[in-house]
C-alpha cells in the first residue's frame, strides 16, 4: 500500500494583528521583530473560537479539495498542543461536527513536531491497513498559552489550521507513471532538552494550563542543526538526492532558521515556502499551512518532490518526503 494525499486545505482567523500593535503591549518594535524573525503579522482566534473551529474548517476545506465528504474518512488525527479541553481529544469533536459516526479519532501531541509525527503515524496506519482514508489535522491556539507580558515568546507565535486528505491506495491500482505518495517519515526526540521549551503548567502537576516558556537562542541552535541533520536522514533513508528535492516546506518559527538550514542544505531560497511573515509559528499548523499556500499558488505542484520538516518542544523533531 502507499499513502497518497488526495487534498489540502488550510483555514486562519480573520483577526490579523501585526507588529506594531505588538510594541502597544510589550516593550519591541516592527523593526526587531521583522529583522530577527520576518514575521510581519499573526492571526489570533476571536474568543469563543477553539482549536477545533479553526481545525473543522480546515478539515472541510481539506475535504472539498479532494472531492469527498466525511462519509469517505475513516480516520481523523489531530495534531495539536492547544486542544479546546484536556479531554476528550480534539479530534473527536472535529469528528462530531463532521457529522461523522465512524471510524476513529485521535490527538497527538509533538508541539511544534505535531504535524510531522502525524504524519508518521498516519503514513504507517494507511500502509497496514489500519484505515483506508485519514484526514490529518494540524491546528491550534497558541495564542491563549502565550504570556503577553513575555516579549521574547509572545510576538513569535500565532493561531491557525491546516488539513490534508491522506488515501491509501494499493501500489497495483496506481498507473504506473503515478508516483504520488508519502515516500518517507523520519521522527525524533530527545526529552533532555524539555526545559528549553515547555508550558509551565498542566493538569496533573500544576490544575492550570500554564504558559509558554523559551530559551530562544539556545533553541534556535538546536532547531538548525538537528532540522538539517534529519532532512539528510530522511533523504537518506528514501535514497533520494536532496538536489532532486523541488521544495522545503519546513515549520515557520523563524525566517533565520528557514534560511540557515537552506544554505546548509545547498537549497536555493526560491525552493524554501516560507509563510512566516504572514502566519508567524503557529505550532503545529505550520507545516500544512504553508503546504497549502504554495499548492494553491502554484508553486507546488503534482509531481513534485516535497520535503516537510519540523522542529519543538520535547525537543521533537522530524521530516517527511513526499511526491505530491
Ligand atoms: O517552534 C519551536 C521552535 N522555536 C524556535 O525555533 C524559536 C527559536 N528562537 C528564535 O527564533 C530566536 O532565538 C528569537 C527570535 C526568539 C530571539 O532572537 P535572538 O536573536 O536569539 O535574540 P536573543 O534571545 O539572544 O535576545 C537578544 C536581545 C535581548 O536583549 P539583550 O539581553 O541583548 O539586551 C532580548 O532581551 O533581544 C531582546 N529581545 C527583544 N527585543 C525587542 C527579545 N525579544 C525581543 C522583542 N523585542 N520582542
Known sequence: MRAVIRGIGSFLPQR???????????????AWIQERTGIRERHIADEGQFTSDLGYEAALKALQDAGMTADDIDLIVVATSTPDLTFPATATMIQERLGMRHGAAFDIQAVC???????????????????????????????????????????????????????????????????????????????????????????????TVGHLR??????????????????????????????????FVPHQANQRILTAVAKRLKLRPEQVISTVAQHANTSAASVPLAMDTAVKDGRIKKGDLVMLEAFGGGFTWGAALLRY
Not at 507588529?19 to 516592527?30: C, P
Not at 510531522?116 to 491563549?144: C, D, P, Q, W
Not at 509572545?154 to 508519502?182: M, N, P, R, T
Request: charged share 25%; aromatic share 6%; glycine share 12%.
Open 16 to 30: 490579523v494583528m501585526t507588529n506594531l500593535e505588538m510594541s502597544e503591549i510589550v516593550e519591541t518594535s516592527d
Open 113 to 207: 513536531s505535531g504535524f510531522i509525527y502525524g504524519m508518521h503515524v498516519t503514513n504507517a496506519l494507511l500502509k497496514s491497513g489500519g484505515a483506508k482514508r485519514a484526514l490529518l489535522i494540524g491546528a491550534e491556539t497558541f495564542s491563549r498559552i502565550l504570556d503577553w507580558t513575555d516579549r521574547g515568546t509572545c510576538v513569535l507565535f500565532g493561531d491557525g489550521a491546516g488539513a490534508v486528505v491522506i488515501e491509501a491506495v494499493e501500489e497495483g491500482a496506481l498507473l504506473k507513471e503515478d508516483a504520488s505518495g508519502i515516500l518517507q517519515t523520519f521522527v525524533r526526540s530527545d526529552g533532555a532538552h524539555r526545559d528549553m521549551l515547555y508550558v509551565d503548567g498542566g493538569p496533573s502537576r500544576t490544575q
Open 214 to 247: 523559551m530559551l530562544g537562542n539556545q533553541v534556535f541552535k538546536h532547531a538548525v542543526t538537528d532540522i538539517a541533520q534529519v532532512i539528510r536522514d530522511c533523504a537518506e533513508q528514501a535514497g533520494v538526492d536532496i538536489a532532486d528535492i523541488d521544495w
